[in-house]
């Protein structure tokens, strides 16, 4: 009897899936990166992407779990499982035989039971052979107060998407509440499109376009920059640990960047990735500098509203030896705009170009990421609801320093995720504060032509809240742990 290649018996193995009403589709090549970080940390739940809604008023839970269930099953990239065969990662999906098993009722004693089992939700690593990539939970606290938390596994989903996501749980719900048919139940929206679409791109003239220009971009870059550690860099954990914490830039501040913005005729992220640049160039006493920068990644137009893992991190790279301001954010919009109209290329194929040692994560190509999130104002529009959002902290860090900007009420969050085997809560607080003032510097170049020293009206830059309340932990990101709020450590060091 002749043997059969392991490529043959794979066929034969897809052709019994597909026969038991099972569909297979290849992953897309940045799902494998997610997937081999997985692997690697399997008790890490630092691709966690965990989501809470604090709602206040009259809310109908039963006519809320059916508007969840309903939309997150019409989400192949939901409800598919992920397994190694042949040498490649594939989904395999198939109709979610029990709806209700995802989202459960959790009714808790008190507020701190609620924030308890929040934190252990948030921590809780996902197996991913084993289970879906999707958990619901809904904690009603009164009559009028209750908490839903979405968490997903970021090999199926990204920031954007959540987004999508909750708005169309906003949509269904108010749908339903009133009574109107369901629109399209049972239609569903399926990733493999786009996860084929991803995996040919390379062979296509932008493909190959893109892949010049990263080339060309990234050559005789200094790699792994990052900020110096306060900590030694020994007897780390099995898994990167993570902590958080979070402060708003005053309102003066944020209106100071944004009126910035407006003279120099770019956005106002220009000014804030450009202040994050110049604080990690200072820090590291670097020049040149790379900085990992997430990319939606939706220019066709059938991504718009797909709900997956699209999202594309870059490597931005930013020459910090420009010591006029003006010219400086030039540069930095230059760089920029040419990462937007470059994005397509997935991020593990620029690795695999820079050399195999940072494809398979041996040596890092950038430290820190740096992330501007939508603005909350536009969000959950459930009806007769007040809901704020959030995300929660995992516990875990991906890189070493993740930095967030989100816009709230019309004033910017910062928060900082990392890892506390490298930098103290002492370090973290003072880079902040760094930040604060460097960026009143560029924006006030602009506004005023002085810089943030000299210029009439500089004054604080942070404000650090107080996390007393249930409700206070909504006011921006939710920092879970008893000492998350660095206040303490700024005044401590004459902040």
Sequence with gaps: MGSHSESEIFRVFLGWRNFMKTRIFPASPNQIRHWRHACRFPESPALNMTVGLRMEGFLDLDTLRLAVVRTLERHDSLFAKPFWADGELYWESAALKDPDSILEIVRCEDKRTVLEEIRNEAKRPFRLEEEYPVRARIFPI???????????????????????????????????????????????????????????????????????YWKKELENAKTGVGFPPDIRESGFSSWPLGRMSWSFLTAELSDLTKEAAKVAGVTPFIFLVGAFARLLGLESAEDDVLVGVPFVNRLRPEDANLVGFVVNTLPLRFKLSERNDSEYIRNVSRTCGAAFLHQRLPYVNILRDLGPEYETSAKPVFRTMFILQGSQTARNQFLGLNCNQSWISTGGAKYEQTWTIEERNGAYTLD???????????????????????????????????????????????????????????????????????DLKIRRHGG
Aim: with cysteine; proline share 4%.
């Design 142 to 212: 009164s009559e009028f107060e209750n908490i839903i938390i979405l968490n997903v596994h970021h090999i199926s989903l990204d920031g954007w998407s959540v987004e999508l996501l909750i708005r169309e749980i906003a949509t269904r719900y108010n749908n339903l509440f009133l009574g109107d048919p369901d629109t399209n139940p049972k239609k569903t929206t399926s990733f493999e499109g786009f996860s084929k679409y991803q995996s040919e791109f390379e062979l296509t003239s932008h493909g190959i376009s893109d892949s010049s």
């Design 416 to 486: 900082v995720e990392w890892n506390p085997e490298l930098f103290s809560d002492e370090k973290i607080a003072c880079l902040m504060e760094s930040y604060g003032e460097i960026l009143r510097n560029l924006a006030n170049h602009f506004v005023s032509g002085k810089d943030g020293k000299e210029g009439a009206g500089a004054g604080k830059n942070l404000s650090w809240p107080e996390l007393k309340d249930l409700a206070d932990f909504f006011s921006g990101p939710i920092v879970l742990e008893s000492d998350s709020n660095l």
